[in-house]
């Protein structure tokens, strides 16, 4: 499937969860929020897979230090 990730459109496997998607793109959970089609989605739910969820848009957040 096609979405927009982190505003480039990219191809994601539809059985591809949450949490692999997050695990792929910055090598680790911690200090990471993920929003899809622009509404926070809750880190109890990273295992659901994109096919179910069928998001247009994700966003992949990290924590940054620093000011």
């Known amino acids: 499937m096609d979405v927009e990730l982190n505003?480039?459109?990219r191809?994601?496997?539809?059985?591809?969860?949450?949490r692999e998607l997050v695990v792929e793109l910055v090598g680790?959970?911690?200090?990471?929020?993920?929003?899809?089609d622009g509404t926070v989605f809750p880190r109890d739910r990273w295992d659901e897979s994109l096919g179910?969820?069928?998001p247009r848009a994700i966003d992949v957040l990290t924590a940054v230090q620093g000011g």
Do not use: C, N
Request: glycine share 14%.
């Open 7 to 9: 505003g480039e459109r």
């Open 28 to 36: 680790q959970e911690r200090g990471v929020a993920v929003a899809l």
């Open 11 to 18: 191809a994601v496997g539809e059985a591809t969860s949450v």
């Open 52 to 54: 179910e969820l069928t």
